[in-house]
Structure formats: C-alpha cells, structure tokens
C-alpha cells in the first residue's frame, strides 16, 4: 500500500515510520526544512518531498494518482482540508484520513471536503477515558462514512436482564452489527449463538439512528443509562 502523508511533524513521521516498519510504501511532505530534515533523521527509509502539500505542484510531485491513502496530518486544519479535498477530488484517492487539531473544528471534516475519517486526538480521548469508566451507556469510538457510522463500545451490566443471553435473541436494530465481544482479555468473534455475559465489552457498528436501539438491544429494558456518549 502506499501511503502520502502531509506534515512531518511528531504525528506524521511517527505515523510514517510506523507504517514503513509494516511494510509499506510511505511518502511524508514537509514545508519547513529544519522539520524535514529532523524526520529524515527519524525515518531515513521514508520518502520526502520538501513543499506545501495544499499547492497541486508539490502533489504532482509526490505523485499522488498512486496513492491508495492520504493521511493530512499538519498542525493545521484549514491547511488539513485543503490537501484532504485536492487528493480526493483532484486525485480520487481512495481513502482520505485527516487530523482534527480543534475539536470545533470537527463538523468540516466530511465527505465534502474529502475526509472519508476525521481523527480528533481530544475526542478520541475523551471516548477511551469513557470507556473505561461507563457500564451499559453506548461510547462512541470512532466515527466512518462521513459521520453516518461509527464504532461504539459498550460494557454488559450485572444488572442487565440480557446477560447470558444468546445474540441471536437480542434483535438487533438494522444498520448495525455486533463485530467483537472483549472477555478477560481475549477477543471473541461473535456467532448467532455467542452469548454475552455480564462485564463483556461489546464492540458493534451501527448507523447514528440505530445507537439508541442498540443499546436497549443488548443491555435490556430497565437498566440505568443516557443517550449515547459522544466522543
């Protein structure tokens, strides 16, 4: 795969030479030298092009066409939806990831402006802290599809009427699907008949619409619990 990152920053050349390291094709774009040349350090196996990756030269220069994903990873967000757009709609790169520096930001980052995922390092945060906390409230992870999906995590209550229950039985609402059960440490692939025992965390992806149900699907009628949290 190949992989054109902007941004040479700590985020982005962490993020490259992790890549590298798995065995892929990675290019990193910088404008600023000195950052450039600090990565280089870093990451000698990667490859640099030296520009402004929201200029169409430097990205004819980092041959953007074969990418398989654009991640836009700068301190910058306004400069983040601009490279994200122009490798979407310039280059019809197939994935697009952009960083989200300021979480007020975050409602720009959609399919619109090219961002197939918005990663926000402050709300990504908040939903592991979340996580780790809550019982029988719905978390959300991370979002896909612009927004329309996402990946939410919720923890089975003692209380719950559904534990040890089969998933079959739990009519699940449509546009979602339980992908994994987490139990003591080890990843259950869930099957028809799986069932979900009180202190699982259960993984599923669901459509906005559907978070709701979902969680009244599996944690049950009568257990303590909001809407579904927000990262």
């Given at each position: 795969?190949?992989?054109?990152?902007?941004?040479?920053?700590?985020?982005?050349?962490?993020?490259?030479?992790?890549?590298?390291?798995?065995?892929?094709?990675?290019?990193?774009?910088?404008?600023?030298?000195?950052?450039?040349?600090?990565?280089?350090?870093?990451?000698?196996?990667?490859?640099?092009?030296?520009?402004?990756?929201?200029?169409?030269?430097?990205?004819?220069?980092?041959?953007?066409?074969?990418?398989?994903?654009?991640?836009?990873?700068?301190?910058?967000?306004?400069?983040?939806?601009?490279?994200?757009?122009?490798?979407?709609?310039?280059?019809?790169?197939?994935?697009?990831?952009?960083?989200v520096?300021?979480?007020?930001?975050?409602?720009?980052?959609?399919?619109?402006?090219?961002?197939?995922?918005?990663?926000?390092?402050?709300?990504?945060?908040?939903?592991?802290?979340?996580?780790?906390?809550?019982?029988?409230?719905?978390?959300?992870?991370?979002?896909?599809?612009?927004?329309?999906?996402?990946?939410?995590?919720?923890?089975?209550?003692?209380?719950?009427?559904?534990?040890?229950?089969?998933?079959?039985?739990?009519?699940?609402?449509?546009?979602?699907?339980?992908?994994?059960?987490?139990?003591e440490?080890?990843?259950?692939?869930?099957?028809?008949?799986?069932?979900?025992?009180?202190?699982?965390?259960?993984?599923?992806?669901?459509?906005?619409?559907?978070e709701?149900?979902?969680?009244?699907?599996?944690?049950?009628?009568?257990?303590?619990?909001?809407?579904?949290?927000?990262?």
């Amino acid at each position: 795969m190949r992989v054109v990152i902007s941004g040479a920053g700590a985020v982005g050349r962490h993020l490259a030479s992790d890549l590298r390291l798995r065995g892929h094709d990675v290019l990193l774009i910088e404008q600023d030298p000195a950052t450039l040349k600090e990565a280089k350090e870093w990451a000698p196996d990667v490859e640099y092009v030296l520009g402004d990756a929201c200029e169409l030269w430097v990205l004819e220069k980092a041959n953007l066409k074969t990418a398989d994903v654009v991640v836009a990873s700068t301190g910058d967000d306004e400069d983040n939806l601009v490279t994200s757009l122009l490798a979407k709609q310039e280059y019809a790169v197939p994935r697009v990831l952009a960083r989200v520096n300021h979480p007020r930001n975050e409602w720009m980052f959609t399919e619109q402006w090219g961002v197939d995922v918005a990663v926000s390092v402050p709300h990504l945060l908040t939903a592991l802290v979340e996580e780790a906390v809550t019982v029988g409230d719905l978390v959300r992870l991370l979002r896909l599809e612009g927004g329309r999906v996402a990946l939410v995590e919720l923890t089975m209550p003692d209380t719950s009427p559904n534990a040890g229950r089969p998933i079959y039985e739990l009519r699940l609402p449509a546009d979602s699907a339980i992908v994994a059960v987490l139990r003591e440490g080890h990843v259950v692939i869930p099957q028809p008949e799986s069932v979900i025992a009180a202190g699982d965390e259960v993984l599923a992806l669901s459509s906005a619409e559907s978070e709701a149900a979902l969680r009244l699907a599996i944690v049950g009628e009568g257990v303590p619990g909001g809407s579904p949290l927000d990262e």
